[in-house]
């Protein structure tokens, strides 16, 4: 669960989504620019904390419903009965809706990810605004992305046991993410009088060591504990 809000996609995401559409509300107005860019880092950190409130309701109610059956939820039909126990079928299409809603919103957060990351480095045109053919390789990147995830599963991968270990993976990606953002925010050359104070330098490095001890500590429990 903490490795799901600590991924290394989402900061890319935001880093290039955000300041995009605020020039593109703004254009050449630094305030305006500044105020945007943190009333969104402060609705995404508000929806964390409530993400990860709603998360601990359902490992409570997980907990309550598999272990008086002595059941162990290694399969997504399984985690079904979280809803449909207490609500019946009606439950059970509540679960599948959710299910649809997560799987589509991670799938357009990670590929959009990974087409901004390739576009801006490669210096590619891009934007989620453009007609395909004007960025053609910007919408050619999350296309193929949505393609190659879906291999592992055609091929018989566990989806339940594939999240796991994508979480892993993903907590262990941050440091990597978090480390060369340091150095950028630090380079008065490039930030002039924007660039981190201490107390934003000790935040980024404590949230790479949180991640870090994340993965150390979850590839054991993975592996070798079933989880």
Not at 173 to 198: F, K
Request: glycine content about 8%; hydrophobic content about 60%; proline content about 5%.
């Amino acid at each position: 669960m903490i490795a799901a809000g600590l991924a290394g996609y989402a900061v890319l995401l935001l880093t290039a989504g955000v300041p995009a559409l605020a020039r593109a509300a703004w254009p050449g107005r630094a305030p305006q620019l500044a105020i945007f860019a943190w009333l969104a880092l402060a609705g995404s950190a508000a929806a964390s904390v409530v993400l990860s409130g709603l998360a601990l309701t359902v490992l409570l109610c997980s907990a309550m419903v598999f272990m008086p059956r002595s059941l162990e939820a290694d399969a997504y039909e399984q985690i079904s009965l979280v809803l449909a126990s207490p609500l019946g079928r009606g439950g059970f299409s509540l679960f599948l809706i959710t299910l649809c809603i997560t799987c589509f919103g991670a799938t357009v957060e990670i590929t959009l990810a990974g087409a901004y990351l390739l576009a801006q480095g490669l210096g590619w045109p891009w934007s989620e605004n453009m007609k395909p053919a004007k960025d053609a390789r910007f919408a050619a990147t999350y296309t193929v992305l949505i393609a190659l995830a879906a291999v592992p599963i055609a091929l018989g991968a566990d989806p339940l046991r594939l999240t796991n270990i994508s979480m892993v993976v993903s907590a262990a990606s941050l440091p990597v993410t978090v480390i060369p953002l340091i150095v950028l925010m630090n380079d008065r050359r490039v930030m002039t009088s924007h660039s981190n104070g201490w107390f934003s330098n000790i935040a980024l490095v404590l949230l790479a060591l949180m991640a870090l001890v994340l993965f150390v500590a979850a590839m054991p429990l993975r592996w070798f504990g079933g989880a």
